[in-house]
């Protein structure tokens, strides 16, 4: 880990990367290829129902600078321009789409020993800005963001939080959604050798006094194949089973058993990506 705290948003990431991540109920394919020159390609197809969304992304390094393009299926390009240490610490990037005249916006990071600031600018006449910042060290460390719409002079957001961080656990507590919610989350490492990891999450909502709960586990079978399970206080049970195939490129297997849903409360899907 670095000397200084993470960004905001990885605040609870480890626990929330254990329940959620790559869990996917669809049928998803991608291929990414990398030519000597530096420039990747990546292309991306979903089949959701009987909906079928692609998309077509490159990257181009150089130096400090990557320049990510991205073409979906409906003909909308999205470009990221981002330098790296342009200063020691800060991190930049600027980003648009088109034909989306007001998607422009500006973001910015830096990263200090004891620090860490994050902010996006729309670049419009009546700009979106958004603001975080963490305190404390990669141990402990606690922030706060807010975002704020000049067009309509409000508060669209502002939320708070406290992370506890060592290499085989972390814990932490966010107050969330303009204070109405307060989410605890915790992970665990019992075993380094397999990765036998467990996480959980608790959601409080303040004004409707409603709890929520949700538990997941994660182990490698080998060295080449991940199961990962999860299970919700709605009686929701979801199951993913990820396997490695050849380097970087990997199968993975999604399941979820929702008994509130009476038409259809099974889910299954599958995605592979493929990384010659």
């Given at each position: 880990?670095?000397?200084?705290?993470?960004?905001?948003?990885?605040?609870?990431?480890?626990?929330?990367?254990?329940?959620?991540?790559?869990?996917?109920?669809?049928?998803?394919?991608?291929?990414?290829?990398?030519?000597?020159?530096?420039?990747g390609l990546t292309a991306t197809g979903v089949k959701i129902d009987e909906l079928f969304i692609s998309d077509i992304q490159t990257?181009?390094?150089?130096?400090?600078?990557?320049?990510?393009?991205?073409?979906?299926?409906?003909?909308?390009?999205?470009?990221?321009?981002?330098?790296?240490?342009?200063?020691?610490?800060?991190k930049t990037s600027f980003s648009f789409r088109v034909p989306d005249q007001k998607s422009g916006k500006l973001d910015l990071q830096?990263?200090?020993?004891?620090?860490?600031?994050?902010?996006?600018?729309?670049?419009?006449?009546?700009?979106?800005?958004?603001?975080?910042?963490?305190?404390?060290?990669?141990?402990?460390?606690?922030?706060?963001?807010?975002?704020?719409?000049?067009?309509?002079?409000?508060?669209?957001?502002?939320?708070?939080?406290?992370?506890?961080?060592?290499?085989?656990?972390?814990?932490?507590?966010?107050?969330?959604?303009?204070?109405?919610?307060?989410?605890?989350?915790?992970?665990?490492?019992?075993?380094?050798?397999?990765g036998a990891t467990v996480a959980a999450e608790v959601t409080h909502k303040l004004k409707t006094k409603e709890n929520y709960f949700?538990?997941?586990?994660?182990?490698?079978?080998?060295?080449?194949?991940?199961?990962?399970?999860?299970?919700?206080?709605?009686?929701?049970?979801?199951?993913?089973?990820?396997?490695?195939?050849?380097?970087?490129?990997?199968?993975?297997?999604?399941?979820?058993?929702?008994?509130?849903?009476?038409?259809?409360?099974?889910?299954?899907?599958?995605?592979?990506?493929?990384?010659?």
């Open positions: 880990m670095s000397k200084g705290p993470a960004p905001f948003l990885n605040i609870g990431k480890r626990a929330k990367d254990l329940l959620y991540k790559d869990y996917n109920f669809d049928q998803k394919f991608s291929l990414t290829t990398t030519s000597n020159s530096g420039l990257q181009h390094k150089s130096g400090k600078t990557t320049v990510d393009v991205k073409i979906d299926s409906e003909s909308r390009v999205s470009t990221t321009v981002t330098v790296d240490e342009a200063l020691t610490g800060l830096y990263l200090h020993d004891r620090f860490a600031l994050n902010s996006t600018i729309g670049l419009t006449s009546t700009p979106l800005i958004e603001l975080a910042a963490t305190i404390g060290t990669n141990e402990l460390s606690a922030g706060a963001e807010v975002g704020f719409d000049s067009t309509s002079a409000s508060v669209t957001k502002y939320n708070s939080g406290i992370c506890y961080n060592k290499h085989d656990f972390s814990a932490a507590v966010l107050l969330a959604d303009k204070g109405e919610t307060l989410k605890a989350s915790y992970i665990h490492t019992f075993n380094e050798t397999n949700t538990i997941g586990s994660s182990h490698a079978i080998d060295s080449s194949t991940l199961l990962k399970t999860r299970f919700s206080n709605g009686g929701k049970v979801g199951v993913l089973c990820q396997h490695e195939w050849r380097p970087k490129s990997t199968v993975s297997i999604s399941a979820e058993y929702d008994p509130k849903v009476v038409s259809s409360p099974s889910r299954f899907g599958m995605a592979i990506a493929l990384k010659p």
